[in-house]
C-alpha cells in the first residue's frame, strides 16, 4: 500500500453511556484520544479521516450473540432486570446494568463493523475504533466488561466475505470470546499475548489451547509473566507471531489494543511502555494488509489515552515531532526481573512453537 486511507472511528453519542463511576472501564478514553490526534492534525488530510460508528444490526449481533442474551441485555438496560440476565452474566460487579446499556455497546460494536465495511470496501486500509475490543463476551454471556463481541462479529463478517482473517490480541488478559468463537476454524486465525491466565482474569489462554479439529494449530496463545517488559515482550512477538502471520498470510488484520499491559495498569502486572505498541503496530504494516484496529481494556486512564493517540499517529502515518512527546521514556529492568522473565518467556515460546509452529510447516 503506498498511501494508506486511514480511518477514526468516533462520535459523541458514545459519550451518552457510561459505566458506574465506580467501574474502571471508563468510557472517556476514546474522546480524550480524539482530541490528542485532532489537535495533532492527525484526522485531516487526503489520507485521513472520521466516521462514526453506527448501531450494530440486529440481524448481525444473532451471528454471534443468542436471541435469548440479546433480549436479556436489552431489557435489563431498560429497568426489567431478571435472574435470568444475570445467569448470563448480566449485572454484575464486571458487567453492570447501566442506563443506555444496550444502546451503547450495541453502537460502540457498530463502530469496529463501520471500521469492518470500509475495509470491505476498499475505503480504508486502517481503521481504529478506540471505543471497541469487548474481546471477553461470549455468545449467551456479559464477561470482563464486556457485554457485545464486536471484536468476534467483526472478524466473522470478514470471513463471510471470504476473508483470510488474523486477529491479533496485545490486551493483557486472554483474548478468549473471540479465541473459542473461531476454535475450530482456520479461517480465522486468533493470536493472544498476555499475562499468565494463573494470575489474571480469565483464566483461560495456555500455550496448550492451540484450536481444535480445523482450527488445530489457528489458536494461539501467549501467556506472559508477571513483571514481563518491553525487549523480552517483543522477542517473544518476533519469535511468535511475525513467523506465524506470515506463514498464515491473512488477507487482512484485526487487531485488540488493549492497554492494559503497560506499567501501571491498576488490574494487571506486565511493565510495557507504549513504546512496544508502536514497535508491534510498525511489525504490522510491514505486512502491507488492512488492519482494523479497536481500543480494548486499559484502566491507567492517562497511560492509555497516551498509547492510543501514539498508535493512531504510528498506524495513519503522522510521525512528527509530536509524537515524541507522546511516547513513554523507557523502564529500568533490574537484573533479577531480567533473569526471572527472561526464562520463563522463553520456556513459554518454546512450547507454543512445539504446538503449533510445525502445524503451519515452520
Ligand atoms: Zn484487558
Given at each position: ?320 515531532s509530536r509524537q515524541g512527546g507522546?511516547?513513554?521514556?523507557e523502564l529500568a529492568v533490574s ?28
Amino acid at each position: 500500500m503506498a498511501k494508506r486511507k486511514a480511518v477514526f472511528i468516533y462520535s459523541p453519542e458514545l459519550e451518552e453511556y457510561h459505566y458506574p463511576p465506580e467501574h474502571p472501564f471508563n468510557t472517556i478514553r476514546a474522546k480524550k484520544v480524539r482530541e490528542i490526534v485532532n489537535s495533532m492534525g492527525l484526522l485531516s488530510g487526503p489520507d485521513r479521516s472520521e466516521a462514526a460508528p453506527v448501531p450494530a444490526e440486529r440481524v448481525v449481533l444473532k451471528k454471534f450473540h443468542s436471541a435469548r442474551y440479546l433480549h436479556a441485555l436489552k431489557e435489563a438496560s431498560e429497568g426489567k432486570f431478571n435472574t435470568e440476565a444475570l445467569s448470563m452474566g448480566i449485572g454484575t460487579l464486571d458487567c453492570p446494568v447501566f442506563k443506555g446499556l444496550y444502546d451503547g455497546a450495541v453502537l460502540a460494536a457498530g463502530g469496529t463493523l463501520v471500521g469492518a465495511k470500509l475495509i470491505l470496501s476498499g475505503e480504508a486500509d486502517v481503521t481504529f475504533n478506540p471505543s471497541g475490543g469487548f474481546h471477553h463476551a461470549g455468545p449467551e454471556r456479559a464477561s470482563g466488561f464486556c457485554y457485545v463481541n464486536d471484536v468476534t462479529l467483526a472478524c466473522m463478517l470478514l470471513a463471510e466475505a471470504g476473508k483470510r482473517v488474523l486477529y491479533l490480541d496485545v490486551d493483557v488478559h486472554h483474548g478468549d470470546g473471540v479465541a473459542y468463537a473461531f476454535y475450530d476454524r482456520a479461517d480465522v486465525m486468533t493470536i493472544s499475548f498476555h499475562e499468565n491466565p494463573r494470575m489474571l482474569f480469565p483464566g483461560t489462554g495456555f500455550e496448550d489451547e492451540v484450536g481444535t479439529g480445523q482450527g488445530k494449530g489457528y489458536c494461539v496463545n501467549v501467556p506472559l509473566p508477571v513483571g514481563t517488559y518491553d525487549e523480552v515482550y517483543m522477542k517473544a512477538f518476533k519469535t511468535i507471531a511475525l513467523p506465524l502471520i506470515g506463514a498464515y498470510d491473512p488477507d487482512l488484520i484485526v487487531f485488540e489494543l488493549g492497554a492494559d499491559a503497560l506499567v501501571g495498569d491498576p488490574l494487571a502486572h506486565l511493565h510495557l511502555t507504549n513504546n512496544a505498541y508502536a514497535d508491534i503496530i510498525n511489525h504490522l504494516l510491514s505486512f502491507d494488509k488492512p488492519i482494523l484496529a479497536t481500543g480494548g481494556g486499559g484502566y491507567n486512564i492517562d497511560n492509555t489515552v497516551r498509547a492510543w493517540a501514539l498508535a493512531w499517529s504510528v498506524l495513519c502515518g503522522g510521525g512528527s515531532s509530536r509524537q515524541g512527546g507522546l511516547r513513554d521514556t523507557e523502564l529500568a529492568v533490574s537484573s533479577q526481573q531480567r533473569d526471572i522473565v527472561t526464562s520463563q518467556i522463553e520456556a513459554t515460546t518454546n512450547a507454543v512453537k512445539v504446538n503449533v509452529f510445525s502445524l503451519h510447516g515452520l
